[in-house]
């Protein structure tokens, strides 16, 4: 799986993507409520491509909540020159 960045040097990666939004619909599909789950990414690019590949899926539409995580990793990211 090849990492990416996009205009704003934010980091992506498609197959990590497409593997999360799997997972989330192989948990809806054997009971799990689709407001339980989460996927949590620290890259804003990763989020826009998360959101656009959950928008496909109409199980997946509306469904479950991509966010970013800005508490506790910003500062060790900042720290280790990530964005």
Sequence with gaps: MEEKKDE???????GEAEIAIAHARRLIQ???HA???GVITPYSAQIVLLRVLRT???KLKKSFIVTLQLALTKR???FQGFQ
């Design 76 to 78: 060790y990211m900042l």
């Design 8 to 14: 704003e040097e934010s980091i992506l990666n498609e």
């Design 56 to 58: 496909k899926d109409d």
């Design 35 to 37: 407001s339980d789950i």
């Design 30 to 32: 054997s009971g799990v």
